[in-house]
């Protein structure tokens, strides 16, 4: 199972063929995908038109979902955001590092395309579901 960055689903959804997209798409029915409340959000906002926000919506919840956040992942997300800052990285959302924190903390692999989660690649462990 993979967890699937919202960085992937609006590439998807706009009809964006980056690799990840392409990944995504031969997975979608074939293998397990995750998706994250914070991801789910952050894509359904993203909608103009009521049709686009329902189809998307019928498909991302019929994946499995986690609870990317809590007290315990808060405090380890801000914990790796000050370990990355300290190696001169700034992270620009703070929606990232909780989700590349979820993901290591429950080693799950993230398909993304955002460039923030490179250095959670690099120095912390995070898994990319792309070689």
Known sequence: MI???????IDYFRG?????????????GMEPIATGDLILAEVLQG???DGDF?????LMTTLVSFDLAGQAIAI???RNFRLLRQQGITVRKTID????T???ESELP???SARDFDPFVEYLGLRSALP
């Open 16 to 28: 964006t063929m980056t690799p990840q997209a392409e990944k995504l798409d031969s997975l979608l």
């Open 54 to 58: 329902n189809r998307a919506r019928k």
């Open 3 to 9: 967890l699937v960055d919202s960085s992937v689903w």
């Open 47 to 49: 909608f103009v038109s």
């Open 97 to 100: 590092t909780l989700i590349a």
């Open 110 to 112: 993230l398909l993304y």
């Open 76 to 78: 380890k997300a801000a």
């Open 102 to 104: 979820s993901c290591i």
